[in-house]
Every structure is written in C-alpha cells, then in structure tokens.
C-alpha cells in the first residue's frame, strides 16, 4: 500500500489517511483524533465524518478535483511516469499545493501549509518581475528560473498565485513558508482578448445587484490584459493570512470534474437541480441560501453565463458550524464570445438552452433545489422581478462595449418576463443573432 497523510492548515495533526491499494484502487480514513475533535468538520459533504473507510469512487472524485490541470501536472507525470489514474503517486510529488488549505503528504512529512506573517513570510515583486511574469504567462513561456506558482490553481486559463501586500505592491510566499495567496492573476485566452474586462463589469454588475461576490479588477500591463482575483477563501487579519478549507459542488456531490455539467452525466450521477439541491440542504442557512442560488441563477440567464458548472460554485467549511456558501465567482458573459455553446450548464426544468425556458420549467427548478412547492411560485416571481427590475435599471448606462450585452439581456428578460407574467416595461433594444453554435454577440 503506499500511504498519505491529508492535512488541513488549521489542523495541529494529519485529518486522515489517503491508501492505494496494490489493485490501484483508493480510501480515505479519518483519523480517529480528528472524529472527536471539537473543531473538527468534514473534508467534504461527500466525506462525512465517520469512522470507516471510503471507497474509491467516493473517495477518488474528491482528490481528483484537488489536482491542478497545469504544466507543472504534466511535468510530474512525464518525469516520473505516473499514469492520470494513479492519483496517490501524483499527489505524493504535487500534494503540498493542492487547491486551498488541504495537502496530501507522504507519511515521514511535517505539515506543510500555515497561516502566512506579510512581515516575515513574503518576497516583494518589483514592477519589473511583475511585468515579466505577466508578459511570460500571455506568451506561453516558462516563469524566470528558481520562481514557480506557490499555488497552483485548477482550470486552463494562465494564472499565477501572488500575495497583496500593504504597500501595494505583490508578493510571492518565501520557499518553504507555506504562507498562503491572497489574488489569482490570470490571463485571458487569447482569441477572447477582452474577457477580463467583460468579468470585471459584470461581477461588479452582480455586487450593485446586490449578490455576494468575490472581487476582481481587470487592468493592461504592456498591453496584455490581466485580470486580479481576489481570493474568497482566505481570512486577512492583524496577524496575518489563513486559508479558509472549501470544496466546489463536484467534490461536495462526489462527482469528478469530467461530470461538472449536466449533460456529461446520467441521472443519479450529475450536476442537475435536485444534486445542487442537496448541497444547499446542507449550508447553515438552507432556505435564505436556496433564493440566493435561484437569484444568481437568473442573474447567470440574463447576462449569458451558461458556463456555472459544478466547480464555479463552492462551499467555506468553518470549525463549529455547517458549511457556509461561498462567494459567486467567474461571473463571465460567455454568450458574448461568437460559437461558444448555447447549452446550459444544468437544466432548467426540462430546458437545456436559454430560449427554451417556460414559467413551467423555472418553477421546477425552484422546487427542485428545495424552495417548498406551496411558495415557490411567489418567491420565483419576487426574485426574477428584482433581478430584472435592478439590471434594467442600469442598463441604459452600460458602456458601448457591452450594448451587446445589453441585448442578450433584453432578449432573456423579455422571455422570462413574459413566461412569468411580470408586466415589467423593458425598453426597446437592438435584436441579438444566432449564429454558429453561439450567439454572435463580440
């Protein structure tokens, strides 16, 4: 068998114990002082706190989503030629930088991750390494010698980990400290060159809206567009940073992330209303959560992000209380963007595509995700009314690069207030075009 301990940063002795077996299959254990811990909490609503083992489906969709899908992965894999499957021989070499405050590490380990000191545990970045780092990223080539990402972050896009430091100024956690981040920096894909600036309008769209949400700031650096994350998971205090432990709704539903949309699954085993339903039973605050989830939900329809898969959706564990839902986060209006797909990332009712949606389907979904049947008409009335109502208000001074925008919104308000019966009056707009597989809309 070849063993890892699994820390959490606020963890003084290893959570539990991640085996692979001889047959290549996996289990994770809680350690028995954690299970008696007064402080303690699940490593995810997939993984309840319980004494007996969990098996390898279980327990191998949690650990996947933990892996980065990055150069740094592929370098590990080719160096050491490690099979994609074998994830306990991977995160033997990556398991110190898994996303947020878990690591798995090899037993004969001291922990690695820690609160960081902005005193004593950070390396200012000049401008000049800033802007070679970020210049570096857009054109695909490698970071300077002896600089790696801290903690590297899932998905494709090109991003960095850095610290903000009072000053202003950006940081990287000192080798070995195991101090934690604070920002994403990322850089758009180039064939969507203005990606960043249409995040940074509408999550600020959602926060006038009155969502909560993470904070992001797109800016040019030499020309390169850049978009700055601020980190929901972290805590800036006097003393310094901690992670916050949070899991995305893949791991929270034992789903790998191949099945982060709902078509990619079958019933039982997908990202579809009655799963998200689930983890929002779960939350500390389950029914305010369940009308903020149906708000952002309409708010996604009416500025054209169909991309909400399962793992752009996360929970905040916290000692002593059930999980909390995260901020809403990568808020891009990817109907903005020529051929990119119409489909929904979970359905509405029995609506796959936006211009399919009936009063019939929104009230299913309501239900669905545990709004009580004899109130969910009233509630999902309510909500699609204040959405629409707070967007249309500011609409008219969207900016000229998103009168696009400002047309999808119409088209989908326009349906969804009349489905509903609202009697809202909308102002005229431009029609928007189909076209491609997409809405041609950039």
């Given amino acids: 068998m070849r063993r890892l301990n699994v820390w959490l940063e606020a963890s003084a002795e ?11 299959a996996m289990r994770f254990t809680y350690a028995p002082n954690w299970l008696v811990d007064q402080n303690s909490h699940p490593l995810s609503l997939s993984l309840p706190l319980q004494e007996e083992a969990f098996g390898d489906a279980v327990t191998r969709a949690y650990f996947n989503n933990l892996l980065q899908e990055n150069d740094q992965l592929e370098r590990v894999m080719l160096r050491e030629g490690i099979e994609r499957g074998d994830l306990v021989s991977l995160l033997s070499h990556v398991g110190a930088d898994c996303s947020g405050a878990v690591s798995a590490l090899p037993e004969d380990h001291p922990p690695i991750k820690r609160p960081g000191s902005i005193e ?13 780092i970020v210049l570096r990223l857009a054109q695909g080539r490698p970071l300077p010698d002896g600089m790696r990402d801290p903690s590297p972050v899932a998905g494709f896009r090109r991003k960095i980990s850095l610290t903000a430091l009072p000053d202003n100024r950006f940081a990287l956690p000192k080798v070995g400290s195991g101090a934690p981040t604070t920002h994403i920096l990322k850089i758009p894909d180039p ?7 249409h995040e940074e309008f509408v999550t600020d769209l959602a926060d006038q809206v009155g969502f909560n949400v993470g904070g992001c700031a797109a800016g040019d650096v030499e020309g390169q567009e850049v978009l700055l ?11 310094g940073i901690h992670r916050v432990h949070q899991e995305d709704f893949a791991q929270a539903l034992g789903l790998p992330a191949e099945l982060k949309y709902e078509r990619r699954g079958r019933e039982g085993r ?20 369940r009308e903020k989830f149906l708000e952002m939900s ?24 059930a999980p909390m839902l995260a901020r809403f986060y990568d808020l891009v209006p990817v109907q903005m963007v020529a051929g990119f797909r119409e489909d929904l990332a ?4 029995n609506a796959s595509l936006p211009q399919q949606i009936t009063a019939a389907d929104l009230e299913y979904f309501c239900i669905a995700i545990g709004i009580p049947e004899r109130g969910a008409k009233r509630i999902l009335n309510d909500s699609a009314r204040s959405v629409i109502e707070a967007i249309e208000q500011r609409s008219a001074d969207f900016p000229r690069e998103m009168r696009a925008l400002d047309n999808l919104f119409a088209e ?3 349906r969804i207030n009349s489905e509903l019966d609202l009697g809202l009056q909308l102002r005229e707009r431009d029609a928007h075009i189909v076209r491609g597989g997409g809405w041609n809309l950039s």
Avoid: C, M, W
């Avoid at 290893?14 to 290549?24: K, Y």
């Avoid at 064939?191 to 600036?197: P, T």
């Fill in 14 to 24: 290893p959570i539990g114990e991640l085996i692979s077996t001889d047959d290549g």
């Fill in 191 to 197: 064939q969507h060159r203005h990606e960043a600036r």
């Fill in 346 to 349: 979970f359905n509405i009712g």
């Fill in 298 to 321: 309409l708010f996604n329809l009416l500025i054209g992000n169909n991309d909400n898969h399962a793992k752009n959706h996360a929970l905040l564990h916290v000692p002593g209380q």
């Fill in 412 to 414: 989908i308000a326009g």
């Fill in 229 to 239: 994350i601020t980190r929901f998971d972290r805590i800036v205090t006097e003393d």
């Fill in 120 to 132: 004593h545990d950070y390396d200012a970045l000049s401008n000049e390494d800033f802007t070679d």
């Fill in 270 to 289: 997908r990202f579809d209303a009655e799963a998200i339903g689930r983890v929002l039973a779960a939350t500390d605050q389950p029914a305010l959560v």
